[in-house]
Structure formats: structure tokens, C-alpha cells
Antibody, heavy 127, light 107 residues
């Protein structure tokens, strides 16, 4: 079964740090590009950033307001991506979803289409 | 950044109705436009990619169209399970951006 499972969400104080994890099953993870998408309470969806596969350079792209504060990494041996968040702000409060950015599961699906999603993990930034 | 504007922000409809949601991009995105459905308390689900391609397993009452800056999502014969919020997303340029969402509510 194709699945993504996030973990690591917590209550953290402004200025603090947190690391989220997302573990994949059911597809060839080493080839996959992966993204994080967040949703503040009662609000819409907001892309946070992505990591490409090792074969494509394992490089990152980020949404402006998190650039320099958030870092996405991956461990292909455990089929896991991470979202390292630092200097957290109250406006970073959201459910954080990981999603496939490209998985190879559909032959004609291009990059940057979020085909598979996890259930999300809640990050609350409050004093 | 490419701004994505959806309209309406919400609509009320009855089972069996046909509804159309529009999405406008602030800059041409070709056909790099995707649609998602999100039910309350759940993760989003991909419905349509490349403006008009139905994801495997999505009912054929969903259809998408458009190119450039103007796109539509159409739901024919609305079913009870279709009451949800719908988002468009451009995959043309980084940063990837979503529309603000359209909530489809029961009349």
C-alpha cells in the first residue's frame, strides 16, 4: 500500500526548533521528489518546500517566508524525509503534510503534482 | 510568485446539481494546473492534473479544463460525498502556489 506517515508535531515556543519526519511505503522512494505542505487552522494550503531525489541532485526549493529557517533532508535507507524547523514563529502554526512531488506511480504525471499525501502532523507555536 | 485566485470562495448546491469552480492564475501557467479535494479533517486528495487529466480512480463526473491563466473544475451530478473544499494549484513555477479554496456546501 502506498502510504506516507508524518510524525513529530508538538507545541513549541516562539523562537524554538522542531523536526518533523515522514516515512514512505509502497513506492520506489529513492526516485521520488517529496514536498511539505502546511495548513494553518481554518486556512488554505501552503507549499513549504521540496527535496529532489539523489539522482537529481538532492537539492531543495523553499517558499520565501521559511527560506533560511526550514531545511528539508532525506534518508533513502529509511525512506524518510525530514523538515527541520528553526526560529519558529506563531504564524508557522499549522498541520504539516508531506506529499509526493513526483513518485513515478503514474507515467504521465509531471513533477510538482501532489499525488500521495500523509495524514499530517500538528505544529503549534505558542508561548 | 504566481497568485492563484479561485471563485467563488463558497457555494451552496444540491445533490444532482452541476457546479463549476474557476481558478485564475496571475501569470500564464500553460496547463500546469492541478485540482485537489479536501474533506473536513482529512488530507487533500488529487483529482485532476495537467488541467484536464483525471487521476486514476477519480469519478468521471469530475472534469477540468482551461489553459494559460483561466481554468475550471466542473462536477456533474453532485453526490453527497462531493461536499468538500476544492483547491487549485499551479505546478509551473517555484514557489508552488495554491488558490484560496472553494467550499462546496449542501443547500
Amino acid at each position: 500500500e502506498v502510504q506516507l506517515v508524518e510524525s513529530g508535531g508538538a507545541l513549541v515556543k516562539p523562537g524554538g526548533s522542531l523536526r518533523l519526519s515522514c516515512t514512505a511505503t509502497g513506492f520506489t522512494f529513492t526516485n521520488a521528489w517529496m514536498s511539505w505542505v502546511r495548513q494553518a487552522p481554518g486556512k488554505g494550503l501552503e507549499w513549504v518546500g521540496r527535496i529532489k531525489s539523489k539522482a537529481d541532485g538532492e537539492t531543495n526549493d523553499y517558499f520565501g517566508p521559511v527560506n533560511g529557517r526550514f531545511t528539508i533532508s532525506r534518508d533513502d535507507s529509511t525512506k524518510t524525509i525530514y523538515l527541520h524547523m528553526s526560529r519558529l514563529l506563531m504564524e508557522d502554526t499549522a498541520v504539516y503534510y508531506c506529499a509526493t512531488d513526483w513518485s513515478g506511480l503514474a507515467a504521465d504525471m509531471p513533477m510538482a503534482v501532489f499525488d500521495v499525501w500523509g495524514r499530517g502532523t500538528l505544529v503549534t507555536v505558542a508561548s | 510568485d504566481i497568485q492563484m485566485t479561485q471563485s467563488p470562495s463558497s457555494l451552496s448546491a444540491s445533490v444532482g446539481d452541476t457546479v463549476t469552480i474557476t481558478c485564475r492564475a496571475g501569470h500564464s501557467v500553460g496547463t500546469d494546473l492541478n485540482w485537489y479535494q479536501q474533506k473536513r479533517g482529512q488530507a487533500p486528495k488529487l483529482l485532476i492534473y495537467r488541467a484536464s487529466r483525471l487521476r486514476t480512480g477519480v469519478p468521471s463526473r469530475f472534469s477540468g479544463g482551461g489553459s494559460g491563466t483561466d481554468f475550471t473544475l466542473r462536477i456533474n451530478s453532485l453526490q453527497a460525498e462531493d461536499f468538500a473544499t476544492y483547491y487549485c494549484q499551479q505546478s509551473h513555477l517555484i514557489p508552488l502556489t495554491f488558490g484560496g479554496g472553494t467550499a462546496v456546501e449542501i443547500k
